[in-house]
């Protein structure tokens, strides 16, 4: 079972098991991380799920597709890590993930 | 006030929203969340997409789970509210149990309108509103050759998309003369309309059902107004809803097009709230005339404005309304209201399906329905949350870009 790390904007560190499959946004809801809030529901139409990927593991990450790119543009603080975290499917190959959470997702 | 008690009915999307945003804004009072629905609250729009489709598991549905509604203390408990008693502050349960509230909150959501045409009883004629619907339709669908879809709403399109998609013939039956005709702009409807016969699904507009044939207890056809025979082994229908208000009214709550509110989602008695599908609320994007909306983003933004308020922090509620649809390859999301519009200026390319068509009223724009162009929906967000507003002469301008304008006026 792949293991995320997700880093609250206060710093509070959670390790999340996820289920392959899955995506980043539910396996950290479900385990209760405060921060994504998700208002869509995973549908890609709210922009309300923002994360900042770790450096060390910008480039092994898939890239966003040109929905989740346009919507990003108006998530709160976008960067160049910038991702939606309901479009990031969990694999083998995101085991060990660590992602840092905006201050606000509005 | 002293809220040491706050009763939910409904435990759908805004039911669920405002338990969890209640303890989000730190309330330490007892929360009950009272759902006549089986299992955890989930969230209904892949049901008539993704889910039905087999893309995505029913864990994807829940909000939360199991542990999050006994860690944060919110008591989930299956069974129906019958009636309210607002003299003693209690909410009845079918199984007799009376609950005591200081704030009851009223989300009891709404019901498919029932078809009411001879045949309508019948094995193979479904709506799409809960989990068991979907459940049971999703069999079915994969295995369908003839399906007929009553009613070209979001839910009926969304639904004869994803029967096209697992190669089913398609028909769908439509009083109106074009697609999503209360909710989307003439521009709009033409593109999705010919997108859905792109994928092969065919239309009947002006035209309704007359009845619903059988052979062996299972549909096999349907009759339209006109006279004829549509051979069918599935009939979806999407013919609107009907808001849950009976407990309201019987506990002579105001009811008007659903139960009524004021700006502050307070029903006619100040110690119950009303929201969600079920609330018609004044709307400042609506000229500010009483609106019953059923979205999720109407669900969640009124959740937080009670959950807030309750916490002592009471504010009006203006959000700005938006939605999406998912339809085959084609994502709608529109911000405003577009009732009433006068006028319009399209961006974009209706020819590969990428556009957004801006609706004005009086010059003012009151709405833009985005098919497959995110950044002109989220920009439409913010354009049409604040001062200054954008005239039709610009938009029309060429080369004009609403991402661009947005940038550039920002207050
Ligand atoms: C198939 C489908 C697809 C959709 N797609 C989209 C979409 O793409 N985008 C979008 O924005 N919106 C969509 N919606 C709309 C959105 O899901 C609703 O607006 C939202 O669920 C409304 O939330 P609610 O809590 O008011 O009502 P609901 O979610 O309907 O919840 C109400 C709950 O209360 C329960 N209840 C009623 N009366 C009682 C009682 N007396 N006692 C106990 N429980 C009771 C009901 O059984 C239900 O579980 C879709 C809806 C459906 C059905
Ligand atoms: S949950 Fe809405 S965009 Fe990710």
């Known amino acids: 079972m792949p293991v995320l790390t997700l880093i609250e904007f206060n710093g509070t560190e959670h390790r999340v098991n996820a289920d392959?499959?899955?995506?980043?946004?539910?396996?950290?809801?479900?385990?209760?991380?405060?921060?994504?809030?998700?208002?869509?529901?995973?549908?890609c139409s709210c922009a309300t799920c923002h994360a900042f990927i770790d450096d060390a593991w910008l480039a092994r990450v898939p890239a966003a597709e040109e929905t989740e790119s346009d919507m990003l543009d108006y998530a709160c603080g976008r960067a160049e890590n910038s991702r939606l975290t309901c479009q990031?499917?969990?694999?083998?190959?995101?085991?060990?993930?660590?992602?840092?959470?905006?201050?606000s997702q509005y | 006030m002293s809220l040491a008690s706050i009763v939910i009915v409904g435990a759908g999307q805004a039911g669920y929203q405002v338990a969890a945003s209640l303890r989000q804004e730190g309330h330490t009072g007892r929360i009950v969340?009272?759902?006549?629905?089986?299992?955890?609250?989930?969230?209904?729009?892949?049901?008539?997409?993704?889910?039905?489709?087999?893309?995505?598991?029913?864990?994807?549905?829940?909000?939360?789970?199991?542990?999050?509604?006994?860690?944060?203390?919110?008591e989930l408990i299956h069974d129906q509210a019958t009636a309210i008693d607002r003299i003693n502050r209690r909410v009845l349960l079918a199984s007799g149990e009376a609950l005591s509230y200081d704030h009851l909150v009223l989300a009891t959501g709404a019901h498919n309108r029932p078809l009411a045409v001879p045949g309508a009883q019948l094995e193979g004629v479904f709506g799409i509103k809960t989990k068991l619907h979907a459940d049971t339709l999703a069999p079915l669908v994969h295995a369908a050759r003839d399906v007929v879809v009553v009613g070209a709403g979001f839910i009926g399109l969304e639904f004869a998309a994803v029967a096209a998609a697992l190669g089913a013939n398609v028909?769908?039956?439509?009083?109106?003369?074009?697609?999503?005709?209360?909710?989307?702009?003439?521009?709009?409807?033409?593109?999705?309309?010919?997108?859905?016969?792109?994928?092969?699904?065919?239309?009947?507009?002006?035209?309704?059902?007359?009845?619903?044939?059988?052979?062996?207890?299972?549909?096999?056809?349907?009759?339209?107004?006109?006279?004829?025979?549509?051979?069918?082994?599935?009939?979806?229908?999407?013919?609107?809803?009907?808001?849950?208000?009976?407990i309201a009214s019987e506990a002579g709550l105001h009811i008007e097009n659903g139960i009524k509110v004021d700006a502050h989602l307070l029903t006619s008695d100040p110690q119950?709230?009303?929201?969600?599908?079920?609330?018609?609320?004044?709307?400042?994007?609506?000229?500010?005339?009483?609106?019953?909306?059923?979205?999720?983003?109407?669900?969640?933004?009124?959740?937080?404005?009670?959950?807030?308020?309750?916490?002592?922090?009471?504010?009006a509620y203006e959000a700005l309304p938006w939605f999406w649809t998912d339809q085959g390859a084609l994502k709608l999301q529109i911000a405003g209201l577009s009732t009433g519009y006068d006028s319009s200026v399209i961006v974009g390319s209706p020819e590969t399906s990428q556009l957004s068509v801006l609706c004005f009223r009086n010059d003012q724009l009151i709405a833009?329905?985005?098919?497959?162009?995110?950044?002109?929906?989220?920009?439409?967000?913010k354009i049409l949350a604040r001062a200054p507003q954008l005239t039709a002469a610009q938009a029309a301008a060429p080369g004009f870009e609403l991402k661009a304008w947005e940038v550039a006026n920002r207050p």
Not at chain 2, 39 to 52: D, E, M, N, T, V
Not at chain 2, 190 to 200: C, D, P, S
Not at chain 2, 368 to 381: F, L, Q, T
């Open chain 1, 88 to 103: 990031l499917i969990v694999s083998d190959a995101l085991d060990g993930l660590v992602l840092r959470l905006p201050e």
């Open chain 2, 368 to 381: 833009v329905e985005s098919c497959n162009r995110p950044g002109d929906h989220m920009a439409a967000r």
């Open chain 2, 33 to 74: 969340l009272i759902g006549d629905e089986p299992g955890l609250p989930y969230q209904r729009p892949p049901l008539s997409k993704a889910y039905l489709l087999g893309k995505i598991a029913d864990t994807a549905l829940l909000f939360r789970p199991a542990d999050f509604f006994a860690t944060q203390n919110i």
């Open chain 2, 272 to 315: 119950i709230s009303a929201l969600g599908d079920v609330a018609c609320f004044p709307c400042l994007h609506n000229d500010q005339q009483p609106i019953r909306l059923e979205s999720v983003q109407n669900a969640v933004d009124q959740a937080r404005c009670i959950a807030a308020r309750l916490m002592g922090k009471p504010a």
């Open chain 1, 20 to 43: 392959i499959g899955q995506s980043v946004m539910q396996a950290a809801n479900f385990a209760n991380v405060p921060g994504l809030q998700a208002d869509c529901g995973g549908a």
């Open chain 2, 171 to 246: 028909h769908v039956l439509e009083l109106g003369d074009r697609p999503m005709a209360r909710a989307v702009s003439r521009e709009m409807s033409e593109v999705f309309r010919k997108a859905h016969e792109g994928w092969g699904v065919h239309f009947d507009f002006r035209q309704g059902l007359a009845s619903i044939e059988s052979d062996n207890g299972k549909v096999c056809a349907v009759i339209t107004s006109d006279g004829r025979r549509l051979p069918a082994d599935l009939v979806v229908f999407g013919i609107g809803v009907i808001a849950n208000v009976q």
